[in-house]
C-alpha cells in the first residue's frame, strides 16, 4: 500500500508541476518533437494516370522495400530496358541491331505508376508536420487527405513535404505516395541513375518514411563536423521560425552514444528571429579529450539539439580523413583501405533481393560479420546509394565508404543532353545534407568512370563548401577536382580479351612480374594525387558457375570452352587473390577495392558477387579461401607467375609484403613446393622477415624446385606468430623436365 501511495503522490506533484510551467508559458516535452514512423506494410495499387489515384488498393507492400516484393505480385514489374542497355546488348552480339531504339527505353508495361497508402494518427495540433521520404523510385508525389502537397524528382535523396495545411489534428490521416513504375515514368531531363549494364529498374519507396511534427522554431538540419586537433567540433543548425517573432533558446548536448554520458558543458545560445524566418546558427563545441573514431575503434557521439519547440539528435564520430600525395591520412596517420563495391541497385533487381536488404540482420553480417572475417575496412556504394540504416551500421561498424552518385557516361546516353543540370545540382546538394555526418563516409564520388566537365567546374566547387568536415571529392575519370583529391583507375587486366581478342599480345599473369604501369584517363599536371582502385578485374561468373556476357572469352582462354563450374570458380578466386595481392605488394594505392561484393543475378549480367547463397551470404568457397589471405593486414605476394619449372633446379622467388597495421610485425617465412594431389612438401626453405608498422620490405629466398615431375602448389607462409594467424600466398607450378 505504502508503494501505491507514494506513485499517487508523485503523479499528482507531476501533474501540478506541469500545470505550472503551461502557465509560466515554459515550453515542457509535450511542446517538443514528435516523429511519426510510416515504415510497415502499406497498401498499394498501379496506374497509367498520374492524377487519378486507383479505386481499389488489393495489394501490399513492405515500406522500405521494393514493389516486386508487393502481395499479390504485379506482372511485369521491373522490366524497363534502357536505350543504354539494349546498345549494350547490341554490341555485345545478343540481341540484333533491329532491336535498337529511339526513346530512352521501353518497357513491356501498360502502368506509368504506383500508388502507396496507409493511415496514421497525427497528434494534438502543432506548428509544423514535414512528411520525409528518405528515398524512392522514380519520382515521388504525396496527398494528404485528399490535397496534393508536393512533389520530388529525385531517385537517391530524401523528399521532404510539408503537411501542415492538409493535416487532421488529433485524428485519422490518409496519405498516398505515388512514384513511377520504371525510368520512362520521369521526365527525360531528370537523372534516374547511369547504369547501361541493367537490364532490370526496380520502383519502390526503398528508405524510411517518417512525419516528424513540432512547434516553432523548427529544426531543418543539423550538421557536425569534428576537428580532432582541438578536440571540438563545429556545429551548423538550420532553422526555421514557422510562428510569430521571438527570442530562441538554443541548446546542445554532447553525450557518448552508447551510455549516454554527458560530455563537456552545454552551450546556450539566444537567438532572435523575425516570423517565417530561416537563419543558420554555427557554433563550435569543445568534446574534452574525445575519443577518434576509427575502424578499430568506431566510437559514436550524440549530439542532443533543443529550441524550446523542436528537438533533435544526430550521431557523429570524431575523425578526419585527407589524402597527401599518394596516401591517405585517417587522424593524423596513413590508412591503406581494403574491401570492395557494392552495386547495391543491381542488386535490387535480383530474384532472391525479396526484402533482404532491409532485414538488419542480414545487413550487418553483410556489413558487419563478413567484412572482420574477410580483412576489409571499407567498400564503394556505387550505381546508386544505400538506405539510410546501411551506413548507420557503417558508423557502427568502423567502415570506410567511398559514396557514389550515380552518373556513368561511358555508353554515352544519348539523352544525357537532355538532363536538367540544375536539377542534377540541387540533387547533388541534397545528397551532400543527407549523408554529412555519417563518420563512415570518408570520401565523396561524383561519378563513375565519366568525363564531363560540368561536374568538375559546377557542381563539385559547389557542394564542397557545403560539408564543413571538407571531406575530399573523387571526380570519375575527370581528374582530381582539388589539389588533394584522389583518382579512380580500373585496371581491367583480362579484358583484353574483349577488346583486344586479335591483339599480339593479350594478358597473361607472367605480365605482372614486369614493373606496375598505371593508366591514368587523364593528364596530370601538379603534384601527385592518389589512385583508387574501386574496379578489377573482369572474372565474372553467373551463381551457378558460367561466364557472363561480358567474361565468356576470358574464361574460354583461362579455363576452356569446357570448364565446369567448379573449375570456373576455382580459376577466377586464384587469379583474383593473385591480383589484389599484387595491387597492394607495390604500395601505388590507397584504396584496393574488387567489384563487387554484392551485384545482382539474372539471365543478361554482366558483372557479378561470390556468394553461393546470397540469402544466406555464403560465399563461394574458393573465394573465400583465396581471397581472405589476399586481403589480410600483412600481406604477403609471391612475385612470380610463370606456369612452369625445370625439375631440380634451384631459383631465386621474390617475397613481397606490406604491412597495413600500426605495429611492425616480424616472424618467420616459410617457402615451398607442395605436390597439388597433397602430400608433405618436396622442398622448402625458411626466412626471417620484419615489417615496419604501415610499410613494406621484399625478400629474395632461394628454393630448390623439386626433382620429380608433376603439378605443385608453391607455397609461402608469413608466420608473424603472438596470436596473429600466418598469411598464405600461392601459385600453381608445372614442374617439367630440364629444358633442353
Not at 40 to 65: C, L, Q, R, T
Not at 429 to 444: A, F, M
Request: charged share 25%; net charge negative; aromatic share 10%.
Amino acid at each position: 500500500m505504502h508503494r501505491v501511495h507514494i506513485a499517487i503522490m508523485r503523479s499528482i506533484l507531476t501533474a501540478l508541476v506541469v500545470c505550472s510551467l503551461a502557465i509560466l508559458r515554459i515550453p515542457v516535452a509535450s511542446a517538443q518533437r514528435v516523429t511519426i514512423r510510416l515504415d510497415g506494410s502499406w497498401a498499394i495499387a498501379d496506374s497509367v494516370d498520374g492524377n487519378a489515384p486507383p479505386s481499389a488498393f488489393e495489394h501490399a507492400v513492405s515500406v522500405p522495400g521494393l514493389v516486386h516484393s508487393a502481395k499479390p505480385a504485379f506482372a511485369d514489374v521491373d522490366r524497363y530496358q534502357t536505350q543504354e542497355f539494349i546498345g549494350t546488348m547490341i554490341g555485345k552480339n545478343v540481341v540484333p541491331p533491329s532491336e535498337a531504339i529511339e526513346t530512352p527505353g521501353k518497357t513491356p508495361q501498360t502502368r506509368m505508376f504506383f500508388w502507396y497508402r496507409r493511415s496514421f494518427q497525427a497528434p494534438a495540433s502543432k506548428q509544423r508536420a514535414l512528411l520525409v521520404v528518405n528515398k524512392a523510385q522514380f519520382g515521388t508525389a504525396v496527398w494528404l487527405n485528399g490535397k496534393k502537397v508536393g512533389e520530388h524528382m529525385g531517385c537517391f535523396t530524401p523528399g521532404r513535404f510539408d503537411l501542415t495545411a492538409a493535416m487532421h489534428w488529433n485524428a485519422e490521416n490518409e496519405i498516398m505516395i505515388r512514384i513511377g513504375a520504371h525510368p520512362g515514368a520521369l521526365p527525360a531531363t531528370v537523372i534516374y541513375g547511369g547504369d547501361g549494364e541493367k537490364e532490370l529498374w526496380t520502383p519502390g519507396i526503398y528508405d524510411d518514411v517518417s512525419v516528424i511534427v513540432s512547434d516553432a522554431p523548427a529544426i531543418e538540419i543539423v550538421q557536425v563536423a569534428p576537428r580532432i586537433q582541438s578536440s571540438d567540433i563545429v556545429v551548423e543548425t538550420e532553422l526555421i521560425n514557422v510562428g510569430p517573432a521571438r527570442e530562441v533558446t538554443l541548446r546542445q548536448r554532447v553525450k557518448t552514444w552508447k551510455s549516454k554520458r554527458a560530455v563537456g558543458q552545454p552551450v546556450i545560445e539566444k537567438i532572435p528571429m523575425a516570423a517565417g524566418e530561416s537563419k543558420t546558427v554555427r557554433q563550435t563545441i569543445h568534446v574534452p579529450d574525445a575519443t577518434l573514431w576509427s575502424p578499430d575503434n568506431p566510437f559514436l557521439y550524440t549530439l542532443d539539439t533543443d529550441t524550446g519547440g523542436d528537438n533533435s539528435t544526430v550521431r557523429f564520430g570524431m575523425r578526419e580523413l585527407h589524402f597527401d600525395g599518394k596516401l591517405a591520412i585517417l587522424n593524423g596517420k596513413p590508412i591503406y583501405l581494403r574491401g570492395a563495391s557494392i552495386t547495391l541497385h543491381r542488386f535490387f533487381a535480383d530474384p532472391n533481393s525479396a526484402e533482404l536488404p532491409w532485414d538488419d540482420a542480414w545487413v550487418r553480417k553483410l556489413l558487419v560479420d563478413i567484412p572482420k572475417r574477410m580483412h576489409w575496412n571499407g567498400f564503394r556504394i556505387c550505381i546508386g546509394p544505400a538506405p539510410q540504416h546501411w551506413l548507420d551500421v557503417a558508423d557502427e561498424a568502423g567502415l570506410l565508404l567511398q559514396y557514389e552518385f550515380p552518373i556513368w557516361d561511358d555508353r554515352k546516353p544519348l539523352h544525357m543532353e537532355l538532363w536538367d543540370k540544375n536539377e542534377i545540382l540541387t540533387e547533388f546538394k541534397e545528397y551532400v545534407r543527407d549523408n554529412w555526418n555519417h563518420p563512415s563516409l570518408v570520401l565523396w564520388d561524383a561519378s563513375n568512370e565519366t568525363h564531363w566537365s560540368y561536374l568538375g567546374d559546377t557542381v563539385i566547387p559547389q557542394v564542397r563548401k557545403m560539408d564543413l568536415s571538407d571531406r575530399p571529392w573523387e571526380n570519375g575519370y575527370n581528374g582530381p577536382q582539388g589539389p588533394n583529391d584522389p583518382y579512380e583507375i580500373h585496371p581491367y587486366k583480362f579484358a583484353d580479351y574483349l577488346f583486344r581478342p586479335h591483339s599480339d599480345h593479350l594478358f597473361e599473369m607472367s605480365d605482372l612480374e614486369k614493373p606496375e604501369e598505371i593508366k591514368l584517363e587523364w593528364k596530370p599536371t601538379g603534384p601527385e594525387h592518389a589512385t583508387i582502385i574501386n574496379e578489377y578485374d573482369w572474372l565474372w561468373l553467373h551463381r551457378d558457375g558460367h561466364p557472363t556476357i561480358l567474361t565468356q572469352p576470358v574464361f574460354d582462354h583461362v579455363t576452356g570452352p569446357k570448364a565446369t563450374a567448379d573449375q570456373n570458380f576455382s580459376t577466377a578466386a586464384y587469379l583474383l587473390a593473385g591480383l589484389t595481392e599484387y595491387h597492394r605488394a607495390f604500395r601505388k594505392h590507397a584504396a584496393v577495392f574488387y567489384l563487387a561484393y554484392l551485384d545482382g543475378e539474372g539471365p543478361h549480367i554482366f558483372t557479378c558477387d561470390y556468394f553461393r547463397d546470397v540469402r544466406t551470404l555464403e560465399f563461394q568457397p574458393y573465394f573465400e579461401d583465396y581471397m581472405k589471405e589476399a586481403f589480410r593486414p600483412l600481406g604477403v605476394y609471391i612475385n612470380f607467375w610463370q606456369p612452369k619449372l625445370d625439375a631440380g633446379v634451384k631459383h631465386t622467388f621474390r617475397i613481397m609484403m606490406v604491412n597495413d597495421t600500426e605495429q611492425s610485425m616480424a616472424g618467420k617465412l616459410t617457402l615451398a613446393f607442395e605436390p597439388s594431389a597433397g602430400g608433405a612438401a618436396a622442398t622448402h626453405a625458411e626466412a626471417a622477415f620484419d615489417v615496419p608498422a604501415l610499410g613494406q620490405a621484399n625478400y629474395d629466398v632461394e628454393l630448390a624446385v623439386p626433382r620429380t615431375q608433376g603439378e605443385y602448389l608453391l607455397k609461402v607462409v608469413a608466420d608473424p606468430g603472438h596470436s596473429v594467424s600466418p598469411t598464405l600466398s600461392r601459385r600453381k607450378v608445372r614442374v617439367t623436365e630440364v629444358s633442353r
